[in-house]
């Protein structure tokens, strides 16, 4: 199986917008619109093309990731940090390691581009695999409800959360 990386264009929308929702569309934990957060990114200050990607395989759209910019602050400093949503693969591709290639990819790009760390929302056994740790760990808060195991953070170089907390502040296009 032969599967290529590639940044996303906009011929590529249509198939991504496609993609995302049938990879959502049986998962317990989803409000089924990652799609629309996507387009909505894709319009926003957040977003950064390098760091929207597709993964092919004979010239057909099978996965698709996407990193937008966030910000960790507290009460005397502001971070600038990433956040990792949606990760999507067909169903029919899940499993076959596609997801990891973009998200190692993806940290790779988002080194390149200067980035230090990402978080995330996510799958407790899945996501530990690739280095993340409890956001709460760095005293790291999300700005919403959600259970703290799926909250998580990684450094994509040496230290770089170091003397990093506060509270985890979203483009407002994923509150929309």
Do not use: W
């Amino acid at each position: 199986m032969e599967i290529t990386l590639r940044q996303e264009n906009k011929n590529d929308f249509e198939s991504v917008f496609h993609l995302i929702e049938k990879a959502f569309e049986k998962e317990e934990y989803s409000d089924h619109k990652e799609q629309f957060l996507v387009e909505r990114l894709r319009k926003s200050d957040a977003f950064i093309p390098e760091l929207s990607i597709v993964a092919e395989l004979d010239n057909k759209i099978v996965g698709h990731i996407l990193f937008t910019k966030l910000q960790i602050k507290n009460e005397s400093q502001i971070f600038p940090s990433l956040a990792l949503a949606p990760v999507s693969v067909l169903p029919e591709f899940q499993g076959k390691g596609i997801g990891s290639k973009l998200i190692l990819q993806g940290h790779e790009i988002a080194k390149s581009l200067g980035y230090k760390s990402v978080i995330l929302l996510g799958h407790q056994d899945y996501y530990p695999r690739f280095g993340y740790e409890l956001c709460i760990k760095y005293n790291i808060k999300m700005p919403f409800d959600v259970p703290a195991e799926n909250c998580m953070v990684i450094a994509l170089t040496e230290n770089a959360l170091s003397g990093i907390s506060g509270e985890v502040i979203y483009p407002s296009q994923f509150f929309e």
